[in-house]
């Protein structure tokens, strides 16, 4: 990377730290070495061992590949807008230009809000960067699949058979029984996103219900939305589930596909759902939150085409 970017880099963050300390959101550090990590069944991490002299047996830690529990412990004891920037690692991701197992990450969340008052900071934010950025393009994941796969995306997926039905008329030629989630993502990954990359900014809206995360749902949906630029995804957001009892179901059911399929195992922690429970007088607010991969947004502002032109990587 050569000085000019490096300089460009150093705005852009500089920046980013401007606008949301403008907006009175409190700036947190939180560990990047952890003895737990939320599980996510789709994510690989790293795993290193803290030595203590003279005595055994070490101590496994996890390189974090998002600061969000973290972050959310903080808003479980002080309910404050809150923001973040920091190194986030991700093992086992494809190589390639848009992916670095070290990546820098922006996350923020806002209290008494959803995922549309999220979507609306997120373009004041994209405005203040660069004031020529154009207006995003906003539909629903119903009318993407309507309008690029030429299909009824609920219909479809309440029917059975019928999502493979509809990859099949795609050429996609599924393995017979996929579920509903798996063949989403097929039809998504070949036949959506190669035609995001002929808009410049578009925020796909309320995901389908049967696609597991912690958002909100709302009957067949739930409150999410993602925002790609020139087809390359940027930002996740969600209006963020608050409910102990679902929380926990998720932890628990995620924790057990990753021991299933993770190729490195991590701790979970037991008792982060707890932290969703009104006791004592503090609880757990209402709120949105968003996760945006820095790297990538200097690449869309800088009209870059590979994240290594944006990073400093060391000889590996």
Known sequence: MDLQMLKRRSEIIRK??????SKNYLETDTPLLVPDLIPESCLEVFQTMRIFPGLSPAMPLWLIPSPEISMKKIIAQHSVNIFQICKCFRNGESTGHLHNHEFTMLEYYTMDADYLDSLRLTREFFSYLT???PEFICMTM?????????FDLFYAAEKPGGLENEARRLGLEPKPGLNNQVLFD???IHVIEPKLREETLVALLDYPAFIPCLAKKNNKTVERWELYANGIELANCYSEETDPALVRAFFEKEAAAKEKSALIRHNVDQNYWKIFEN???????????VALGLDRLIMYICEKRYINQVLFISDQ
């Open 131 to 133: 004031p020529e950025s």
């Open 16 to 21: 980013t730290r401007s606008f949301f300390e």
């Open 186 to 188: 097929l039809i998504f």
């Open 142 to 150: 119903a009318e993407a699949f309507s309008r690029w796969a030429g």
């Open 279 to 289: 006791k004592n007088k503090r609880y757990f607010p209402r709120c949105s939150g």
